[in-house]
């Protein structure tokens, strides 16, 4: 068993969270996960409003009596969801452990921590881990040029990344983007990371909601099937490479570029949703990050954390072999 800051606070026997996904953050997969050892998020705005994340709580404080938590992603966005109503029924229902990320957390951290919350936010550079630390947050995870979505515009892989986190943060932090198995566990442990967070790895299980067509897509996949749109708009995503995507970043690559209206029926959510939901891995825009080449199974959560737990162990312990006294002269 390995024990770290992260398995104690939120009282997990794998240092492994699944991170926020939206569509793919629900009830059967967060209490899979959670049950299986790991702490499962549902992901808040995969629900219509807060009344159905209210549902979507108790449906999966029914199918697992571990810790789980919420994840509340604060968009840019013109017509803002009510991030304080899904925060307030979160909190109403019982749930104690949030995932933030986004810009401008601060008053969602004030909320939850005035109610005895555990928070874990999500940052892409040392700079805004180091404002969230200020803030109160309990746990950083540390998002590398690696992951799926949005890994900001520094592009700072992981490597470096939490080595630096390494340097300058106080409070437990966790690796994401890039982990997928037990050797990106022992890695990330070896960085100073508490833990993983883990996003793709976990699409392609068996409790995962999305169609069967685009687990075996995954499977199938390499680290070289993903691709970056957004990027002249500041706004890097990135996502599975297919004709959609590829079609974005040839728009935004033209003479003067793209402006988001040219690409906004491409890029639409719900022709993302879509996909999860037709099995079509072609009908819309759908993010994974490069640990697609890691990804060779659909194992259950329980298979999956069973593995990622023996095989960190293993290496952690091939690693200790290697250190030995030095000879007297």
């Not at 104690?8 to 953050?25: F, H, K, T």
């Not at 009596?65 to 019982?94: M, S």
């Not at 390499?222 to 079609?247: C, G, P």
């Not at 819309?284 to 999956?304: H, N, Q, R």
Request: aromatic share 4%.
């Amino acid at each position: 068993m390995i024990a770290t800051e992260l398995t104690e606070l939120l009282r997990i026997r794998v240092p492994v969270v699944q991170g926020g996904m939206q569509w793919v953050g629900v009830p059967s997969l967060v209490a899979a996960v959670s049950n299986a050892g790991g702490l499962g998020i549902l992901t808040a705005l995969t629900q219509p409003t807060p009344e159905a994340l209210r549902v979507a709580v108790r449906e999966t404080r029914a199918a697992t009596d571990k810790p789980f938590g919420v994840n509340i992603t604060l968009l840019p966005t013109i017509n803002p969801p009510d991030y304080q109503g899904y925060a307030r029924a979160a909190v109403e229902e019982g749930v104690r452990i949030f995932e933030t990320a986004g810009n401008n957390p601060g008053k969602l951290i004030k909320y939850f921590k005035s109610h005895g919350c555990v928070v874990i936010h999500k940052c892409t550079t040392v700079r805004h881990a180091k404002s969230a630390e200020r803030m109160g947050v309990d746990v950083l995870s540390i998002d590398g040029f690696e992951c799926a979505g949005h890994p900001g515009e520094e592009d700072i892989g992981g490597l470096v990344l939490l080595a630096r986190a390494a340097q300058e943060l106080r409070v437990p932090y966790i690796a994401s983007g890039g982990i997928a198995d037990g050797r990106g566990l022992a890695a990330a442990l070896a960085l100073g990371a508490a833990g993983v967070n883990m996003g793709t790895r976990f699409m392609c299980t068996v409790e995962s909601p999305i169609h069967q067509n685009i687990k075996d897509t995954i499977v199938k996949a390499t680290e070289q099937d993903t691709i970056h749109i957004f990027r002249t708009l500041k706004n890097t995503a990135r996502v599975f490479k297919n004709s959609v995507s590829k079609e974005v970043v040839a728009l935004e690559r033209r003479p003067g570029g793209a402006e988001f209206s040219e690409l906004r029926d491409l890029v639409s959510g719900a022709r993302g949703r879509l996909v999860y939901e037709n099995g079509d891995p072609d009908y819309g825009i759908w993010s994974a990050g490069v640990t697609l080449g890691l990804i060779k199974d659909i194992p259950t959560c329980e298979e999956l954390l069973k593995r990622i737990e023996k095989d960190a162990e293993d290496v952690i312990v091939e690693m200790g072999k290697k250190v030995r006294p030095k000879a007297k002269l």
